[in-house]
T-cell receptor, first 115, second 116 residues
Framework: AQTVTQSQPEMSVQEAETVTLSCTYD???????LFWYKQPPSRQMILVIR??????QNATENRFSVNFQKAAKSFSLKISDSQLGDAAMYFC????????????FGTGTLLAVQP | GAGVSQSPRYKVAKRGQDVALRCDPI?????LFWYQQALGQGPEFLTY????????KSGLPSDRFFAERPEGSVSTLKIQRTQQEDSAVYLC??????????????FGSGTRLTVV
């Protein structure tokens, strides 16, 4: 079975500082996709960044970057120059490579940004 | 529409009552997913439609849960004889094709169901 684990229920960061959110996963697939989503109080899931497993280069989107360690099955998210608007729940997700392409989510990390 | 619309935004149901939750996907989106998000948890897959065909319903927790998308656009998730454990946010997502990576999902803001 495919699983996603986020071991940090809550994290806090000072505005303008850097924070790293951890995620580990398990899958028997050789090719798969990984994602980080942000969920603000509005509840809408917003895609932050995505990574193809067969690409060794770590994905980057502006202030957001990942550290993808395929052998260790680790996929952490780094947020640089944290802003107040970054405060939200963050979910790590794995895309099922089967016919459905459903997402398997972790339990989330609540990020607080201190002014 | 511009986004995925879900209604109602909030629903309070008495235990044993039937409820229907609606999802209006983005026009032209072929794929539609339903997820259940319990308090303090990540979303969990319920069911998947490709147009009007329900291709995967492996995540539906019991036979009290039923989903349909009769014309390949609007979808309804129905829960019969609601129980307290059904309390959760129900999220709908749609995409042009299959797969978040290749096509991108758009999520709605969900319906928060509270069973009392």
């Amino acid at each position: 079975a495919q699983t996603v684990t986020q071991s940090q229920p809550e994290m806090s960061v000072q505005e303008a500082e850097t924070v790293t959110l951890s995620c580990t996963y398990d899958t028997s697939e050789s090719d798969y996709y990984l994602f980080w989503y942000k969920q603000p109080p509005s509840r809408q899931m917003i895609l932050v960044i995505r990574q193809e497993a067969y690409k060794q280069q770590n994905a980057t989107e502006n202030r957001f970057s990942v550290n993808f360690q395929k052998a260790a099955k680790s996929f952490s998210l780094k947020i640089s120059d944290s802003q107040l608007g970054d405060a939200a729940m963050y979910f790590c997700a794995l895309e099922d490579g089967g016919a459905t392409n459903k997402l398997i989510f972790g339990t989330g990390t609540l990020l607080a940004v201190q002014p | 529409g511009a986004g995925v619309s879900q209604s109602p935004r909030y629903k309070v149901a008495k235990r044993g009552q039937d409820v229907a939750l609606r999802c209006d996907p983005i026009s032209g989106h072929v794929s539609l997913f339903w997820y259940q998000q319990a308090l303090g948890q990540g979303p969990e897959f319920l069911t998947y439609f490709q147009n009007e065909a329900q291709l995967d319903k492996s995540g539906l927790p019991s036979d009290r849960f039923f989903a349909e998308r009769p014309e390949g656009s609007v979808s309804t998730l129905k829960i019969q004889r609601t129980q307290q454990e059904d309390s959760a946010v129900y999220l709908c997502a749609s995409s042009l094709g299959g797969g978040q990576f290749n096509y991108g999902y758009t999520f709605g803001s969900g319906t928060r169901l509270t069973v009392v």
